[in-house]
Structure formats: structure tokens, C-alpha cells
């Protein structure tokens, strides 16, 4: 066989796979369906974080695996290929990279550590190159693959069409239960569906649904049955600690099509019975959504309103939902005693200082439990990064994973990034004041960045542990195990992960769309 995975040997009766992830900032239930469908299968699998690893190399001789396997999200996919270059040196082991990131960038490939990347998802894919690799034979037509020759060339292959979810085998979950601090936190996540089908120009799931459309003329948009779903919790809840669940879908239900949800709000408070949060819509919620959810016994709703500014959430973003519709949304949810986070984004392209604050004034009108505010961040493939160019927030050459390597964050052009930031970091305080306050915030936010507004900022993430009701033991001893095990391993942890209270001061872009007022009469607003 040509590839570099002629290193196996052919009487290997099983496949090996090891997962490697930088640190248990977050339990990946897309690998534990990978591990999963192998070992349904007849393979072995197993995880190693960095972070818990001392000797990573020595680990790697010892569990003796066919096929190594990184997930990489974008933003840490430097510090994966930094991993797999180490590996290289010293064992001459296979590597496949799967997730967000080759997906949306598969040039990745090219990185010479790199043999295999996966584009789309991967379950039937990783089966088939293990049972492959097994047999010591050819995978370079295998499909969402793309492979790597030793004289260079890259095969790549078209992804296979999405597979209905309960066909596949549950997701192995004790893959990372090895780690007391993940097996023990007592809120763990779930998954009962896969994709969203609103157009969001900030998201990649419109995305991933036009290349699952063109290459094999299938819809992404899948949903387990509330049979299956709830199956998943119950295995977890019989076996480990659990007092609560979070639905990580990236849409728990949609607008007018509540069907799922009705059977959903019969069977999980008999069957489970744990308290639960979600992800929904504003404008997805009215009076039979706010019955049915109060009746499963949901506990709270992550909700994305990202702009107060109608027109940059329905013609730069294209999230199209009525200011009223959210308004009366937050109502329902809030008479349901429903708790609500609302997330938001400062910065937005195009986005002026009176914007965001419409922002912050939608946000104290809705009246939210919590809140979550970031600067807007541009990720390849996004369909705001061309008209990001288009318009000129970004260069024409710009070079957005050149920007992800050095900083981890990409500013937009605009006059007002000092106070972007210090937005973000005051959000969560400002949002509890009335409307009458903004003016003053208006003149606050223009102070220059200081460690008290980063204090202030960083205590959001106690919002976070309410939210989630993870009590002060296991968050601290989850904040030992991620943030101080990754700070001491000098390893990238997920972007943004905690505010960085220390950070250093940065250069300031250059304001080449002259003053604030040249660039908001620019926009229109003037």
C-alpha cells in the first residue's frame, strides 16, 4: 500500500485507535460516537488528555495503537499540529484529523504531520478505515477522507450522505470517564439532534448543510427518537453522577414544529426525570412551546439573540426574528419560571457604538437570569468572512488563520474596539440597570482597557456555574483539571474559553476608515 499507513502490520486482528485531546475542557460526545461505533465493532479505543499526561510519548508506546486521532477546532488546530509534528518525531504512527476545522479548512492536509483528514462527520468513515487498516488495505477511496500519499499527492473523496442517528451505536461515553473529574461532574451533556435550518451568516451550520446538500444530496438536519434520547441519559444516570443535563443541539426544537417535543415532555420527566437546559429561539417559543417545556421539567434556555440592532441581525447576520417576537419570547419563558442565559455578540461587522448598546438595551428589556456577551470572532468558512471583505472590515488579502495563530482573536475593522471589549466585560453588570443608565455606560466603556473592567468581566463565569447548577466543589475542582492543568501543560485551551484577566495589552488595528463619524455615516446611521 502506498500510504503512510503502510506501517501496520497485516496481522494486526484488531484495530487500536487512540484519541488524543489537548485537555477535558470539554467531553466530546462527537469521539465518544467515534469510539463508540469501533467498539461496537470489534476495535479497541482509547483517550489520553495532554493535560493528565506527563509522559506523552511513553502512553502512546504503551497502549501500542494503529491509528492516532485528533479532533481540532478552530483557533486550537495550531496547537494539534504542533502535537502531531511531536508525535511524528518519535513514532511512526498514522494520524487522522477530524472535527470543525478540517472540515471547513481541509488544507489542513497539507500539514506534514498530518496523513488523514475527515471532512463531515465521521462514524461510517472511521469504521471503515480501521477495518481497513486491519486488513492492511487500501484507504484512499474512502469517503470524508481525504489521504495523504508518501510521494505527496492527496486523494480526496466526497462525504458519504448523513446517517439517521439511531443507527448508529450509543456514544462510549466511559471513553473519558477515566478521568475522575469528568466522570464525576454532575452535569453532563447530550445530544438528541444534529443541525439547525436557519441561514445565520456568523454559524457554520448553514455551512455544513449546503456541502452535505451538494455532495450527496441528503439533509443534515437529523433528530434521534425521544426513545433513543432518552435512553442515552438513562444509561448515564444508572451509572454515574447526574442531577442535570444539558442539551447541547444547536436548536432543542424549531419554530411551528413541536411534535418531537410533545412526546419529549411525556416520556423524559417518568423516565428521567433530572432537571435540564437547552438551546432555543426566542422566536420559537409561544404559549404550547412555554406549556411543554415547563411540563418536561426544563430547567433553563440558552438563547441566542446576538444583536439588538433588527437590521444587523436580519441583513448582516440573517437571524430573523422580530424584536417583539423576542420580547414576547422572554415573557413566556419567564411566567414558565424558565432560566433564561442570553447570549450576545459586540462588534459585529458594520457594528457602530450605538448598535451595541442597543444590545445592551434589548438585553435589561428582556430581563434575562443571565447573560453571555463576546467580541465577534471571524472562523474560516464562514459566510461573514467574505463580506467582511466585501466591505472592507478586513483586508482583501487578509489571512484569517494567520490572525486565529498570533492572537487567537480577530478584531474587525473599526474605531471602536477599546470599547467593544470593555462592552463585553461590563455586559453582564450593565444588563441589571435600567435603560436610564446607558448614557453613563456610554462614557464608561470609553475608558482606556484596565484590569478592574477584566476582574469584572471574569466574574461572568459564575453566571455560567448557576446556569448549568454546577455547585462550587466540582466547578473548582473542573477549573483545576482544564484551565490550571492546561496553563501548566503551556497547551491552547478552546477559544475564549475564560476571560484572560491578564492579558497583554495589544496594538490597536488601524483605523483606515477614518473617524467614528466618517464610518458610522458610512453605514447609513447618520
Given at each position: ?133 486491519q486488513r492492511d488495505a487500501d484507504i484512499t477511496k ?26 448508529l451505536p450509543p456514544p462510549d461515553r466511559e471513553l ?8 464525576d461532574m454532575p452535569m453532563k451533556r447530550f445530544i ?335
Amino acid at each position: 500500500m502506498g500510504t503512510v499507513c503502510s506501517v501496520l502490520a497485516a496481522s494486526r486482528r484488531h484495530m487500536k485507535v487512540l484519541f488524543i485531546q489537548n485537555n477535558g475542557i470539554q467531553e466530546s460526545i462527537g469521539v465518544a460516537n467515534l469510539s463508540g461505533i469501533l467498539k461496537a465493532n470489534g476495535h479497541d479505543a482509547d483517550l489520553l488528555l495532554v493535560s493528565h499526561t506527563p509522559d506523552l510519548i511513553g502512553a502512546i508506546r504503551k497502549y501500542d495503537p494503529g491509528l492516532i486521532a485528533f479532533s481540532a477546532l478552530t483557533g486550537v488546530h495550531h496547537s494539534l499540529e504542533q502535537l502531531a509534528a511531536r508525535i511524528k518525531r518519535d513514532l511512526n504512527v498514522p494520524i487522522i484529523v477530524g472535527g470543525p476545522h478540517p472540515t471547513y479548512s481541509p488544507e489542513m492536509i497539507l500539514n506534514p504531520a498530518i496523513d488523514i483528514i475527515c471532512r463531515g462527520e465521521g462514524e461510517l468513515a472511521m469504521l471503515e478505515l480501521a477495518d481497513a487498516l486491519q486488513r492492511d488495505a487500501d484507504i484512499t477511496k474512502i469517503r470524508n477522507l481525504q489521504v495523504k500519499t508518501r510521494d505527496g499527492v492527496v486523494h480526496k473523496n466526497d462525504v458519504r450522505p448523513a446517517v439517521p442517528l439511531d443507527e448508529l451505536p450509543p456514544p462510549d461515553r466511559e471513553l473519558y470517564y477515566k478521568y475522575p473529574f469528568l466522570r464525576d461532574m454532575p452535569m453532563k451533556r447530550f445530544i438528541a439532534s444534529m443541525g439547525c435550518p436557519y441561514p445565520c451568516t456568523f454559524c457554520h451550520e448553514p455551512v455544513i448543510r449546503a456541502m452535505y446538500r451538494a455532495e450527496t444530496k441528503s439533509d443534515y438536519l437529523r433528530r434521534k427518537t425521544v426513545t433513543r434520547a432518552v435512553a442515552e441519559i438513562k444509561y448515564i444516570k444508572d451509572r454515574f453522577p447526574l442531577n442535570h443535563v444539558h442539551f447541547s443541539d444547536d436548536l432543542f426544537f424549531i419554530r411551528n414544529s413541536y411534535k418531537w417535543l410533545e412526546e419529549f415532555a411525556d416520556v423524559y420527566p417518568k423516565e428521567v426525570g433530572i432537571p435540564w437546559n437547552c438551546n432555543i429561539r426566542y422566536d420559537s417559543v409561544n404559549q404550547h412551546a412555554a406549556d411543554l417545556l415547563e411540563k418536561a421539567g426544563c430547567y433553563g434556555a440558552a438563547v441566542g439573540l446576538e444583536s439588538g440592532n433588527q437590521q444587523i441581525r436580519e441583513v448582516v447576520i440573517r437571524k430573523r426574528s422580530k424584536n417583539e417576537h423576542i420580547v414576547e419570547g422572554a415573557r413566556l419563558l419567564r411566567d414558565k419560571g424558565i432560566k433564561v442565559l442570553t447570549t450576545n455578540m459586540i462588534g459585529l461587522p458594520g457594528e457602530t457604538l450605538d448598535n451595541a448598546f442597543e444590545t445592551v438595551e434589548l438585553n435589561m428589556v428582556l430581563k434575562s437570569d443571565y447573560v453571555r456577551a463576546n467580541t465577534f470572532l471571524l472562523f474560516p468558512g464562514l459566510p461573514l468572512v467574505e463580506y467582511s471583505r466585501q466591505n472592507g472590515y478586513v483586508d482583501a488579502d487578509f489571512d484569517i488563520d494567520k490572525q486565529i495563530a498570533e492572537s487567537q482573536e480577530i478584531t474587525l475593522k473599526t474605531p471602536y474596539a477599546r470599547e467593544f471589549r470593555n462592552i463585553a466585560s461590563l455586559f453582564w453588570l450593565m444588563v441589571k440597570f435600567p435603560p436610564s443608565w446607558i448614557p453613563f455606560f456610554k462614557k464608561l466603556v470609553k475608558v482606556p482597557d484596565n484590569i478592574l473592567f477584566r476582574i469584572i468581566g471574569s466574574f461572568n463565569m459564575c453566571q455560567e456555574l448557576l446556569f448549568y447548577r454546577v455547585r462550587p466543589v466540582p466547578a473548582l475542582r473542573y477549573f483545576h483539571n482544564t484551565v490550571l492543568m492546561t496553563g501548566k501543560s503551556g497547551l491552547t485551551m478552546t477559544m475564549r474559553t475564560i476571560p484572560s484577566v491578564l492579558r497583554r495589552k495589544r496594538k490597536a488595528p488601524a483605523e483606515t476608515l477614518g473617524d467614528k463619524e466618517i464610518y458610522e455615516a458610512g453605514r447609513g446611521y447618520f
